[in-house]
């Protein structure tokens, strides 16, 4: 294990980056944490501050349904998911990597939340429009820049009339590397990519950047 969580990541994509299957890379990070061989960078033990915000400023704003479904893509290990949850969300919530749904399924035992293996570029045809809340938290960043429209496009499928979209991540400065990666971060037009085929721009909301830190965002979108 290095002593820079992210180098273990990138390392590891790099790894599968050379091989077929450019997501694998998300697999072996989990297992190698599992093994005490990794550390996950991005599991911070509590869901994400943007996400925390949100919920505290902007969700008594919405007008959702009783009983909202919420999808939170790309779950890792579920804090957000249980915030959803907590919220009153009926909450499904989905990864990639088997290790990761197997860990947070176990982690979330005590709450509502249905935790899914699934693959973004390929979901089910039922989940289309099937949800009130769709959370995407760095899942999309995660995946190399060719995989972005499809990826986008994914999510985007999945919020119902009426629905809400939250994008939350960290922006490409304006004198970054498109090709440096992972995170392949997202620039502000590619954040405003996810308002087509229904989704409109709601709100946008970031957090200065400090010492050398990337600026984190929250970008609010809804289906009309
Ligand atoms: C950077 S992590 C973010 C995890 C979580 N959203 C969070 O904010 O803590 C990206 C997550 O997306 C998952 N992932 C990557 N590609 C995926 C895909 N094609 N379908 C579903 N999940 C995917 C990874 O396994 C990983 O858990």
Redesign the pocket.
């Known amino acids: 294990m290095s002593s820079d969580p992210d180098a273990d990541a990138r390392r590891l994509a790099a790894a599968a980056g050379e091989g077929d299957d450019p ?1 694998r890379w ?1 697999e072996d990070l ?1 297992a190698a944490a599992q093994r005490g061989e990794a550390v996950v960078p ?2 911070r033990g509590a869901a ?1 501050p943007l996400l925390e915000w949100w919920a505290g400023d902007r969700l008594g704003a919405q007008q959702l349904p009783e009983q909202s479904r919420a999808m ?6 579920g ?2 998911a249980r915030l959803l949850d907590d919220l009153g969300f009926v909450t499904t919530a ?4 088997p290790t ?1 749904v197997a860990n947070a399924a176990a982690a979330l035992a005590d709450t509502s939340v249905d935790v899914r293996r ?4 390929d979901l089910p045809g039922e989940w289309r429009g099937g949800f009130d809340l769709v959370l995407e ?3 999309v960043q ?2 190399p820049r060719s995989l972005r429209q499809a990826g986008t496009a994914a999510v985007r499928s999945m919020v119902a009339p009426g629905g809400v979209l939250l994008v ?1 991540g960290m922006l490409m400065p304006d004198d970054g590397d498109l090709d440096d990666g992972p ?1 392949w971060l997202l620039t502000r037009d590619e954040i405003d990519a996810f308002a087509r085929d229904g989704i409109e721009f709601v709100t946008y909301h970031d957090e200065p950047a400090t010492d050398g830190e990337l600026v984190r965002y929250l970008a609010e979108f809804r289906r009309g």
Do not use: C, E, K
């Open positions: 997501n998300f989990y991005w599991d994400h939170v893509v790309g779950s890792g290990p804090h957000d989905f990864d990639i990597s990761a699934a693959d973004l570029l938290a760095m899942t995660a995946m939350i995170p």
